[in-house]
């Protein structure tokens, strides 16, 4: 057990950690022993890299166990999905079509909502969720659309929440079959673990960005269905290899959706659409399938009543 950070042994992984050291007592005898790394306060030579998501909790809060760190989160999870299990019925019953939309701060999140309104707002009624630490700039953005829009700000807070969104929808009270677009706080790595009650996580990576970037924060395209390769407009003037972040992202999660888009230019943005009113579609077709059998089942109980 480390008796600086409270990790159980075996929790957290220091590569070329193990050191040895000499003492000499007052007689002058020298002891040697060597011993795993205990604290933070010498210098050592490079010997390896660093894995502090290697324990069971795949993270290392300073003063907390493995243990306590995974029941924490499992508490939090547990509340957070009973929220959204709430958002998902509401949403189902109403035929709503609810996306949630992620990415790293700068992937064209809210340009590519806005050009995803403009084609779609005449057809379908949308709200939109804008989700940042601060400002009510996007919400703003969106509202200037034309469409609703509810900005949450989360303060210190890194993601929105089955609770937060939860709370939007009294707010925005969304018509049934319409189209319900959240957009997350710029982050990929915790709202990766925050389900909202959407139908799907739609995932933005710019071509700004690294073709390696699936591969670095597994979590959010793992838990993604949808992913939106932004910005392609810009792949002439930028050495990015389009086809190896797919191969990358399908490395992760072989189940992606994968659309190449540029929100500025338009290119390749109908094969979204596409995809959004096939969503809305389905959506309404479960509804009616709920409701008819509603239907039957309150003509079953007439029947009995009158049989009676």
Avoid at 29 to 52: A, I, N
Avoid at 90 to 96: H, N, P, Q, S
Avoid at 149 to 157: M, R, V, Y
């Amino acid at each position: 057990m480390c008796t600086v950070c409270g990790c159980g042994e075996g929790e957290t992984k220091i590569e070329g950690a193990d050191h040895a050291h000499q003492h000499v007592h007052a007689d002058g005898t020298v002891h040697s022993h060597t011993h795993q790394y205990k604290h933070h306060h010498h210098e050592h030579g490079v010997g390896g890299d660093l894995d502090f998501g290697a324990g069971p909790a795949r993270a290392h809060v300073p003063g907390m166990s493995q243990a306590r760190t995974v029941q924490i989160e499992q508490d939090i999870l547990a509340k957070n999905n009973a929220y959204a299990s709430e958002n998902r019925r509401y949403f189902d019953e109403r035929g709503i079509f609810a996306l949630n939309l992620v990415s790293g701060p700068g992937a064209g999140k809210t340009t590519l909502l806005v050009k995803t309104i403009a084609a779609l707002k005449d057809k379908v009624a949308i709200s939109v969720v804008e989700g940042d630490q601060q400002t009510s700039s996007d919400a703003e953005r969106i509202r200037a659309t034309g469409v609703a829009a509810l900005q949450i700000n989360t303060g210190k807070g890194c993601h929105l929440d089955g609770y937060m969104v939860g709370h939007a929808l009294e707010r925005l009270r969304p018509a049934e079959e319409s189209l319900f677009l959240i957009e997350n706080v710029g982050n990929l790595v915790c709202p990766a673990a925050f389900d909202l009650g959407e139908h799907h996580k739609v995932a933005i990576l710019s071509v700004t960005e690294g073709e390696d970037k699936p591969l670095k924060y597994p979590d959010m395209f793992r838990a993604a269905d949808v992913l939106l390769l932004n910005k392609c407009d810009l792949l002439p003037y930028l050495e990015f290899d389009a086809d190896l972040a797919e191969a990358n992202a399908r490395r992760v999660n072989p189940d992606l959706t994968i659309f190449r888009v540029s929100a500025s230019s338009g290119d390749g943005l109908a094969a979204w659409l596409s995809w959004i009113e096939a969503g809305l579609e389905t959506q309404r077709g479960k509804r009616m399938e709920t409701v008819d059998a509603l239907k039957r089942r309150v003509a079953g109980l007439e029947r009995k009543l009158a049989a009676n």
